[in-house]
């Protein structure tokens, strides 16, 4: 599945998780916002900014999001979200507020880290 197949929820999803990791440390890095621009580009630029403004207007903490986050459960999308967080997170190492909430978020939705090799990697 690519970031393109998610619905508009989906995508609300995504951007609202990408907002507590990207929030979560202090000092952002350019390997965050080299991650944030990937993942914006793999979804399309206007459905990004229509996640954002919907993510900025409904909600108003960390508990009307994972509240939200239940709503999600195609599977398949819940692991490529997990998995595109997973990618924003790990350029600067995973710091204890992310940690908690990916460890959060495979729990709520049953999915796994699950590590592919690069093509050409043996």
């Not at 994972?66 to 990618?87: G, H, S």
């Not at 924003?88 to 699950?114: G, Y």
Request: proline share 2%; aromatic share 6%.
């Amino acid at each position: 599945m690519d970031l393109t197949d998610l619905t508009r929820d989906e995508r609300i999803a995504l951007v609202a998780l990408l907002e507590m990791v990207v929030d979560s440390t202090t000092i952002l890095t350019d390997g965050d916002v080299a991650q944030v621009h990937e993942i914006m580009a793999a979804v399309g630029e206007q459905q990004y900014q229509d996640a954002v403004a919907e993510v900025d207007r409904r909600f108003c903490d960390e508990a009307a999001v994972k509240q939200f986050l239940a709503t999600i459960t195609r599977q398949d999308a819940r692991e490529r979200i997990y998995a595109a967080v997973l990618e924003a997170a790990l350029p600067d190492s995973i710091n204890d507020r992310e940690a908690a909430l990916l460890e959060w978020l495979a729990s709520e939705w049953r999915t796994s880290v699950r590590f592919e090799p690069e093509a050409g990697a043996r």
